[in-house]
């Protein structure tokens, strides 16, 4: 049986859309979040009615634990983007609290949605077939260069943002996914043991499907973002430059291991607890 809520994000997202004509406030201003909140919904009754689990259904405790780490993870890249400058907002609400409330909401949705559109690439089996042909071991020092090459890609913008802004989305990538190996977490470099690549396709996969639906509804949005991409900013699609599109597939990577680094904080903080 499909769940009540995903009917209830069918109606929300064709709702707004209609909004985009008729621009009714409050919701006008607010769509960016309400719409990816049905989004949301909607993918988990799917996920629910193909495997008969789903976040929001089987597991809400960690649904609003996604949420909430959601809403903090994109300020470690508004952190970063003071120094390479590559987007900023207009249209946004002069009432400052309004505005941090909206960013608040806006950001809440963003790993959530990603979640959620991974499960369901995952539900559908896309790429279980599809393996490395050779296993590869994984050495401490592989570990270290990863790590070493991680805090190079997070430095250099820094230095030199004109040049080395696109090292910023593969900076926490290199640094956290072998913390995360090394503590048993899932990471994306361990499938390089087990040969599997279902895992790794269906991130960059959701990657580029929640980019093309964030510049999408960005474009109609009252509040939105904009670009400042030094070299690639031609042959736009909505406000992204064609080549910017690129950035999803290492940001859904991003995306994973930061959520599982922030788990594995947790995990070994009960650990502790309960010794």
């Not at 907002?89 to 979640?115: C, H, I, K, W």
């Not at 390089?192 to 279902?198: G, I, P, Q, R």
Request: charged share 15%; net charge positive; with cysteine.
């Amino acid at each position: 049986m499909f769940r009540w809520y995903g009917f209830l994000g069918i109606l929300i997202i064709v709702v707004m859309e209609i909004n985009f004509f008729f621009k009714i406030q409050p919701f006008a201003s607010w769509y960016f979040p309400i719409i990816w909140f049905g989004y949301i919904l909607v993918l988990d009754a799917i996920n629910k009615k193909i495997s008969n689990r789903s976040l929001i259904s089987n597991n809400a405790t960690k649904f609003w634990g996604i949420v909430i780490i959601s809403a903090l993870f994109w300020w470690v890249f508004e952190f970063t983007n003071l120094s390479v400058h590559n987007w900023g907002y207009m249209g946004v609400m002069e009432d400052l609290r309004l505005r941090n409330l909206f960013g608040l909401l806006s950001f809440a949705t963003v790993l959530p949605a990603f979640f959620e559109t991974y499960e369901l690439i995952r539900n559908i089996h896309l790429f279980d077939r599809l393996k490395l042909k050779k296993k590869h071991k994984i050495t401490k020092k592989f570990l270290h260069i990863m790590v070493i090459i991680g805090i190079i890609c997070l430095i250099l913008p820094i230095l030199f943002p004109r040049f080395a802004f696109p090292l910023i989305w593969l900076s926490f990538y290199f640094i956290l996914d072998p913390i995360n190996y090394i503590h048993k977490q899932p990471s994306i470099i361990k499938h390089l043991k087990d040969k599997k690549l279902s895992i790794p396709l269906s991130l960059l996969l959701a990657g580029i499907i929640l980019g093309f639906f964030w510049e999408f509804w960005n474009f109609y949005a009252l509040p939105k973002w904009t670009y400042n991409v030094p070299f690639v900013g031609f042959f736009k699609i909505f406000e992204m430059p064609l080549l910017g599109y690129l950035g999803y597939f290492p940001f859904a990577l991003e995306l994973y291991v930061m959520y599982f680094f922030v788990e594995g904080l947790f995990k070994r903080k009960e650990k502790l607890l309960t010794k």
